[in-house]
């Protein structure tokens, strides 16, 4: 963008009067001189003739034009004080001129030229808030200004907002040429190399000097080697161009000048009435020329790049430590233009990415490799490696489909008896038993002495045994096992044998198979799979003592949560059966005993208390549960105090029963006190005196108020934590419920600070996804939707959003409309607005943001139905009935329906329970201006 370039268009795309409308010959003679010569780009006889007008002292409609083009004269002479001095005339005589904002930023420039950089400023955001034409160039004149001056960030923040319609003009590239620049030397190089990746792609023909991307690539480049980002840094140089690309890009660029150039020639003298429109344009495009010829000497005179850019690539390879010598020389010889041994290094390059354990990479150039060489004399290698990469990766059915290549088009490789196992094993994993089965049978039959024999044999019994084929199972199984009687699978076979036996209910031979077992395997790592199967069969046959029996030595025996947790719990459902109520309590004590650190134990203490409570031993169980509390009330990380605590709170709301008739003579007991009677078992004094046991004791208050449906009681209770406690003294649980109080608060910045320590100190938690949501809300509220959306998608992702999942669902719908996407935010919306468990306040919004949807595609009737539900059916939800109503009169008012807009209005505005809200305020107002009665 020229400084003049904008000045000289605005006034030669004037219509050009034929003679002036003013009194006197002399006047019109001057004045079509003066514009002759400035259409032929004469300003210093543009200037003499325009000076001479002014001083005959004329007046008339012309006068305005004569004003502006004195000092577009001036300017264009380089003449900056009598240019800025002219258009400050120009502004003084006509303030609601054609040419004001032209004017206004003519004055900019010359305040910019003249070294007045505030001013200019100013004065530059002055035509850009007036709009229009003039808008673009003073935008990027002042972030052109705010880069010289070393404000980046806000040079950044202006050249966006300048770039917000997208890339169409050679004006905009420029604005984009230089965002990437600003953003490099502000370190947000991501950002840079996008733009510069943007402008590469499809917007080349639009660049006035290719010479622009190269160095700007380069700069890109730079920036990303000091900061040791050597992947960015080699592509960027990697968008380096070639010298003879650039000479043939600008030689085309200057031929299709010409020839528009050429054609506005002949249009003239075919038209003659257009003749001054035609040469303004030409005057323009010569501009262009200019630019563009110059840019070619430049580019031929310039030496050939291939040089410098080795040479930075080759201080890539020098500075970095992470990666492997080699891997850094093949992807630089990836990037050469020279394609010779291209097919050769694409394989290499997969190999080494394979043993440094680079998978994703190594998926990558591989999938690059068979894609650009599908008939690569190393396809066979290639496919295995990339199926297995993807197996590690986890992508089954991907790498099933490489071996599954790899064995049609290479049947006599090497790795056919090793992919023909692999892809066995996928289809195993994938529960399909049918393909699997198929697959190893072939296996062994092709290759009977093969590496995987052993395990091909005793998975095809697997695979019947799974498919719920116990008959075959068995069958193979009972092989296996005789002709590997110390085979690595002899054990499990053993297992699966009795397993077989089970499923055909003959409960006898499993009990005698799993008593075989344990003598023969003792403590085997899958000894406790055999003890809960013996346990099952013991049940089946009503042998409910020996099978407790059996499940209890499961649980103190397992490796594994699952197997031990199903162990404790069907032991406990035949006590339960059976009423051995206190025997139950007993086994839970000598668990937790055994497995203080196991995640069933808060289960086990909630048993044995509610044993204790069932059996009439209530006291017992608040002594019990105290006791646990006070273990580790202290310990941050043992989450389940306010577990126990919840429990204890809920064994205090209610008295004690007593079996005992009370004797007549007796007085009545007192009533029963819950709070009183929390606090005998929770006395603070009982406790250590820390941030954390008040907090857990607070937390318990907070807890028996919910349950005694005292709202602002339990309220305060968190509250108190929230203002007392700092968040790292805090346990998972109340970091989660501190963070959404002081959001529900507003208090954004300290909820951070809660949730923040919540993911930074318990990265495993089950509370994690209140964290997530936490950020992601708050991250709404300070308007970064970007940022919210990471954090949504990080509570699903990582947290597994069990908990907050409405939340987060409708968090990011919500996110999702903020950033202009609402065909995403739809489906999103109605899976909130139609789950059932979802019903309450999200079910509102979600209802109420639909409509906002159709109202931005222009479905203003189907917005309308939204909006009234919303206020038929969520009438409780007094913040989005308020904005319900006003929308839909809003949008009866575009529909042109004021009667039915007018009705809603009033509906709004007479609603006493809405009177508080902002929205009712407003329909008043509007009732007022559209209905004085």
């Known amino acids: 963008?020229?400084?003049?370039?904008?000045?000289?268009?605005?006034?030669?795309?004037?219509?050009?009067?034929?003679?002036?409308?003013?009194?006197?010959?002399?006047?019109?003679?001057?004045?079509?001189?003066?514009?002759?010569?400035?259409?032929?780009?004469?300003?210093?006889?543009?200037?003499?003739?325009?000076?001479?007008?002014?001083?005959?002292?004329?007046?008339?409609?012309?006068?305005?034009?004569?004003?502006?083009?004195?000092?577009?004269?001036?300017?264009?002479?380089?003449?900056?004080?009598?240019?800025?001095?002219?258009?400050?005339?120009?502004?003084?005589?006509?303030?609601?001129?054609?040419?004001?904002?032209?004017?206004?930023?003519?004055?900019?420039?010359?305040?910019?030229?003249?070294?007045?950089?505030?001013?200019?400023?100013?004065?530059?955001?002055?035509?850009?808030?007036?709009?229009?034409?003039?808008?673009?160039?003073?935008?990027?004149?002042?972030?052109?200004?705010?880069?010289?001056?070393?404000?980046?960030?806000?040079?950044?923040?202006?050249?966006?907002?300048?770039?917000?319609?997208?890339?169409?003009?050679?004006?905009?590239?420029?604005?984009?040429?230089?965002?990437?620049?600003?953003?490099?030397?502000?370190?947000?190089?991501?950002?840079?190399?996008?733009?510069?990746?943007?402008?590469?792609?499809?917007?080349?023909?639009?660049?006035?000097?290719?010479?622009?991307?190269?160095?700007?690539?380069?700069?890109?480049?730079?920036?990303?080697l000091h900061a040791f980002e050597l992947k960015q840094a080699l592509l960027a140089y990697s968008m380096v161009r070639r010298k003879e690309d650039i000479v043939s890009l600008q030689q085309q660029r200057i031929q299709s000048l010409v020839r528009r150039m050429e054609a506005n020639v002949a249009a003239a003298k075919l038209e003659p009435s257009r003749t001054v429109e035609l040469t303004s344009a030409n005057g323009r495009l010569k501009a262009q020329y200019d630019i563009a010829k110059q840019a070619l000497d430049q580019t031929t005179a310039a030496p050939d790049l291939l040089f410098p850019l080795r040479a930075r690539q080759a201080s890539a390879y020098q500075e970095t430590g992470r990666l492997e010598e080699a891997i850094l020389l093949f992807e630089s010889i990836l990037l050469s233009p020279d394609k010779a041994g291209r097919e050769d290094t694409l394989l290499n390059l997969g190999s080494l990415y394979a043993k440094a354990g680079e998978t994703s990479e190594a998926v990558r150039v591989l999938t690059e490799l068979l894609s650009e060489f599908p008939k690569t004399k190393s396809n066979d290698t290639a496919l295995f490696l990339l199926g297995t990469q993807q197996l590690q990766l986890d992508k089954p059915e991907p790498a099933a489909a490489s071996f599954e290549k790899l064995l049609k088009q290479s049947p006599k490789s090497s790795h056919v008896p090793t992919a023909l196992f692999l892809l066995a094993n996928v289809r195993f994993a994938q529960s399909s038993y049918k393909d699997a089965l198929a697959g190893y049978q072939t296996y062994l039959k092709s290759f009977p002495a093969a590496e995987f024999s052993e395990e091909a044999q005793y998975r095809v019994a697997l695979s019947h045994f799974f498919a719920g084929e116990y008959a075959p199972a068995l069958e193979k199984l009972e092989t296996y096992s005789k002709e590997h009687t110390d085979g690595s699978f002899a054990a499990d076979a053993a297992y699966r044998i009795a397993a077989c036996y089970q499923a055909a209910r003959k409960s006898e031979e499993v009990v005698r198979r799993c008593a075989l077992w344990e003598a023969s395997y003792g403590d085997h790592p899958i000894s406790a799979e055999v003890l809960t199967l013996h346990g099952d069969a013991l049940t089946a046959l009503n042998r409910q003592d020996e099978s407790i029996q059996v499940y209890r030595k499961a649980t103190l025996r397992a490796s594994s949560d699952e197997v031990s947790h199903y162990a404790l719990f069907e032991a406990n459902k035949q006590l339960q059966k059976l009423g051995r109520i206190d025997e139950s309590a007993e086994m839970f004590q000598e668990f937790l005993a055994a497995k203080p650190q196991h995640p069933s134990n808060v289960l086990a203490m909630y048993w044995i208390a509610k044993a204790m409570h069932k059996s009439g031993k209530t006291d017992a169980a608040k002594d019990f549960l105290r006791e646990k509390i006070a273990s580790f009330i202290n310990d941050r990380t043992q989450d389940a105090v306010e577990q126990l605590l919840s429990q204890l709170a809920q064994l205090c709301l209610k008295a004690p029963r007593s079996n005992a008739p009370p004797a007549s003579t007796e007085l009545p007991p007192p009533p029963h006190n819950p709070e009183e009677n929390l606090n005998k078992y929770l006395d603070p004094s009982q406790f250590p005196d820390t941030p954390l046991t008040a907090a857990r004791l607070l937390y318990a208050r907070a807890e028996l108020a919910r349950m005694l449906r005292k709202p602002a009681a339990a309220a305060a209770a968190l509250d108190a934590i929230c203002d007392k406690t700092p968040p790292k003294t805090l346990g998972a649980a109340l970091l989660a419920q501190s963070g959404d109080r002081l959001l529900e608060r507003q208090e954004t910045k300290r909820a951070a600070e809660f949730y923040t320590e919540l993911i930074q100190a318990f990265p495993k938690s089950e509370m994690l996804d209140y964290a997530y949501n936490g950020r992601g809300q708050l991250a709404l509220l300070e308007n970064k939707p970007e940022e919210a959306l990471h954090w949504f998608t990080d509570a699903i992702d990582k947290a597994g959003a069990s908990t907050k999942l409405r939340e987060v669902t409708l968090g990011r719908a919500k996110t999702l409309l903020l950033l202009g996407k609402p065909d995403e935010a739809k489906p999103i919306l109605e899976q909130v607005a139609s789950t059932r468990e979802w019903r309450g306040e999200c079910t509102a919004e979600a209802v109420f943001l639909l409509g906002e949807i159709l109202v931005q595609k222009g479905d203003l009737p189907g917005a309308i139905q939204y909006f009234q539900r919303v206020f038929v059916a969520y009438q409780r939800y007094e913040r989005f009935v308020g904005r319900a109503y006003l929308r839909a009169a809003e949008c009866f008012e575009q529909l042109n329906e004021p009667e039915k807009a007018l009705a809603h209005y009033k509906e709004l505005a007479t609603k006493p329970r809405l009177a508080s809200l902002p929205e009712t305020k407003t329909a008043q107002k509007r009732l007022e201006s559209k209905d004085p009665k």
């Open 1 to 224: 963008m020229a400084s003049g370039a904008l000045l000289v268009s605005a006034l030669l795309g004037a219509p050009l009067q034929a003679q002036s409308p003013v009194g006197g010959p002399q006047a019109a003679e001057l004045y079509v001189k003066a514009m002759t010569a400035f259409a032929s780009s004469d300003f210093s006889a543009a200037i003499t003739s325009l000076e001479e007008m002014l001083k005959l002292g004329v007046d008339g409609p012309a006068m305005e034009s004569v004003h502006f083009s004195l000092a577009a004269a001036h300017f264009n002479t380089q003449a900056f004080p009598k240019a800025k001095a002219a258009f400050e005339n120009y502004l003084k005589l006509y303030p609601a001129g054609t040419k004001a904002t032209d004017a206004l930023l003519g004055i900019a420039q010359c305040q910019k030229l003249l070294g007045e950089k505030e001013k200019a400023a100013a004065t530059f955001d002055q035509v850009a808030q007036k709009g229009g034409p003039a808008k673009e160039q003073a935008l990027f004149s002042k972030a052109t200004l705010l880069k010289e001056t070393g404000n980046t960030a806000e040079a950044a923040k202006t050249l966006q907002s300048l770039l917000a319609g997208g890339l169409k003009t050679p004006e905009s590239v420029q604005a984009a040429l230089l965002l990437s620049s600003v953003e490099a030397e502000r370190g947000e190089r991501t950002s840079a190399l996008k733009i510069l990746e943007q402008l590469q792609g499809r917007l080349l023909n639009l660049v006035e000097n290719p010479l622009q991307l190269n160095a700007l690539a380069f700069e890109i480049g730079d920036a990303f």
